[in-house]
């Protein structure tokens, strides 16, 4: 990489490694082989699988983290490196798919030495997943905390089920009838049609046929069977034979009072209504809007009770509903806050973030509940949703909308804040915090500075969202309120985060970081019986403990008890999964252990454990992180959830 814009094959504005990784999910490699002039690691390839699978990111040969600094190899043989990079992207016994381009592979300088950069973007779901070899139930890895991990075949499975099919919601299901659907719903549906469209022809309909029109009745053509559809069902029907279709079916509205997880109101499958999607919907937007606290607008002398805010939490609520995917484990969920609303759905986002924030592609993954609602006048037009909800939100001058994807939890979560974006409550407590200190700052960290307040942390991307400063001008920034003291911070790369000193951001996280239990929404909550420090027998350092006991509280009989649960394991090289689960989790009943303790106390390899049991146990609702909202959080424990927690 030269000095002079080393970085603008990506973006003409990153040209220091410092922003780039900031910004970006960057691998540095060694590469240089046997012979030390240059050769393409094995685990080049783990990563352009992980990167391509996840957000994508840039792998940088030739290069190596030591000490805290970069240290840069030179690579004589780029040039044939990056012939066998192309030779092996263009070889499928290698790699299932190249989404390379020549603009992604760039041989650079820097100080006097070769070095290869390449971009991998973000597959398209049509290209997921891509995977190493011939098998992608093997080969298949996505990143996770910086690092490469191998994907659980039920990820796998998913991946292929959305690259195979446009739409979920169209399979005809067998042995459902018209008698599945609940008909007071449906009744309300067809005159809320009828009201709004009067001369339409479906009003003509039987019952049958305008349930076909709709997308929610279907024959096949090429067998002559007809049924149901999963549309139909999910939109209009009880209860029950919901459930016998999708036994995870999951919908959840909770009220909350404040950041305190406990729900004073709340809408789920108690079997006291329909449960459908229809009645979800009808249901949720009232309680959405009611005592909403925004000015009407007059039309005349008449009162227009329907503002952008109301439009924009009927977009928010229509595309959760319409893209989740119901085959997933965890709910669909919406919490309202007197602060914001929050809505998460399972299933990733079909198209990459910023475009969907931009507008103008659309890839539902349900497709003919989306036209469900569009027949009722709800749900923009194709690709446009995104865009109506933050410029409705940006005219109300709130916060920028929060939209995240938690690839590890198979979720997507999009969180409207109604607060100013510099409030004058938090511009006068951080002057009467710092003083001169914050009075004396540039617009740019002044801003970082009322974010982490605010929001409870900010990071690089958050901040690039919210100004249009420089990127490498906000990582100065960012880097200099740490140096003043005036920001913490935590993490490596794109995963570092900053705080007000003394507020760490653990404690309001609506929706428990990227846990996703099976059962029960509520566990996604960041009760403070979770995080209940009675239970905490660990400090914050991460060293072995055969090296030393004080992570562990003073007890030696503590540890001892720790090291009698772990010997069946530890005293064996091979033990059976069930064994080593039931092991972990007998570990960490009552207590939260780190990845360092449990290698230690079991004798196995850290990135064994995290990718074959911890994560594993994470997505089951088994075990479940103490900083749930910092998922990389250097000190990361587990915590076993009991059953009674569970159900």
């Not at 109300?396 to 198979?410: C, V």
């Not at 972990?584 to 303790?597: A, K, V």
Request: proline share 4%; with cysteine; charged share 25%.
């Amino acid at each position: 990489m030269s000095a002079s814009g080393s970085m603008d094959m990506y973006h003409k504005d990153f040209f220091d490694l410092d922003s780039l990784k900031e910004g970006f999910d960057v691998e540095l490699k060694t590469a240089l082989g046997r012979d030390k002039k240059g050769a393409v690691p094995e685990s080049f390839w783990e990563t352009y699988s992980a990167m391509a699978n996840t957000s994508g990111g840039i792998i940088i040969l030739g290069a190596q983290e030591k000490d805290e600094s970069v240290v840069y190899h030179n690579l004589p043989k780029y040039g044939q490196m990056i012939q066998d990079i192309w030779n092996n992207l263009n070889n499928p016994k290698k790699v299932s798919v190249n989404i390379l381009q020549n603009r992604n592979i760039k041989p650079k300088t820097y100080e006097g030495k070769n070095i290869i950069v390449v971009t991998v973007p973000q597959a398209s779901r049509k290209q997921r997943p891509v995977y190493i070899g011939t098998n992608p139930l093997e080969g298949t890895y996505q990143r996770q905390n910086e690092g490469d991990y191998r994907c659980q075949p039920e990820l796998v499975k998913q991946m292929l089920g959305e690259q195979a099919n446009d739409t979920r919601d169209a399979v005809i299901l067998e042995n459902f009838t018209i008698d599945d659907i609940d008909k007071e719903s449906y009744r309300i549906y067809r005159q809320q049609f009828s009201n709004l469209k009067p001369n339409h022809p479906f009003n003509e309909c039987d019952e049958k046929e305008f349930l076909r029109q709709i997308g929610g009745w279907k024959r096949n053509r090429q067998n002559g069977k007809e049924g149901l559809t999963l549309a139909g069902l999910l939109m209009f029907g009880k209860f029950r034979s919901i459930l016998d279709a999708v036994p995870n079916y999951i919908v959840d509205y909770q009220e909350r009072e404040n950041t305190d997880t406990r729900w004073v109101d709340r809408i789920t499958l108690d079997g006291s209504w329909s449960g459908c999607l229809y009645d979800f919907y009808r249901t949720v937007m009232k309680k959405l809007s009611a005592d909403l606290k925004v000015p009407f607008k007059l039309n005349g002398d008449e009162r227009i009770e329907d503002t952008p805010v109301h439009e924009a939490l009927r977009e928010a609520l229509v595309n959760t509903i319409i893209h989740a995917d119901y085959s997933g484990n965890c709910s669909l969920l919406v919490v309202k806050r007197p602060d914001l609303f929050g809505f998460r759905n399972p299933g990733l986002m079909r198209i990459p973030k910023p475009e969907a924030i931009r507008g103008g592609i659309s890839d539902c993954r349900n497709r003919n509940l989306q036209k469900m609602f569009q027949f009722i006048g709800l749900g923009e037009q194709a690709g446009s949703g995104f865009p109506k909800i933050y410029q409705n939100w940006q005219m109300q001058h709130w916060r920028e909308p929060m939209l995240e994807e938690r690839h590890g939890s198979n979720q997507t979560v999009f969180i409207l804040k109604m607060t100013s974006l510099l409030p004058e409550e938090v511009l006068g407590a951080l002057k009467s915090e710092f003083g001169e200190s914050f009075r004396d700052l540039v617009n740019v960290e002044r801003l970082a500075m009322v974010t982490a307040y605010s929001e409870g942390c900010v990071n690089h991307s958050r901040l690039k969202e919210l100004s249009r400063e420089h990127p490498h001008d906000i990582t100065i920034s960012l880097h200099n309120l740490v140096k003043q003291g005036l920001l913490a911070s935590e993490g490596s790369g794109r995963n570092t985060f900053y705080y007000i000193p003394g507020r760490h951001p653990m404690g309001d996280e609506i929706f428990g970081g990227e846990i996703c239990p099976k059962y029960s929404s509520e566990h996604l909550d960041n009760s403070s019986e979770h995080l209940d420090n009675s239970s905490e027998h660990l400090d914050n350092s991460s060293e072995h403990l055969d090296n030393s006991s004080e992570h562990l509280d003073n007890s030696s009989e503590h540890l001892a008890t720790l090291r009698d649960i772990a010997e069946p394991v530890k005293s064996v090289k091979k033990a059976s999964k069930a064994l080593m689960e039931s092991t972990i989790m007998e570990l960490c009943s009552g207590r939260h252990l780190t990845i360092e303790e449990l290698s230690s106390l079991l004798n196995r390899n850290k990135d064994t454990l995290r990718t074959h049991y911890i994560i594993p146990l994470l997505h089951k609702g088994k075990l479940e992180q103490k900083y749930k909202n910092v998922t990389t959080h250097p000190n990361q424990k587990y915590r076993a959830v009991d059953e009674k927690e569970r159900e």
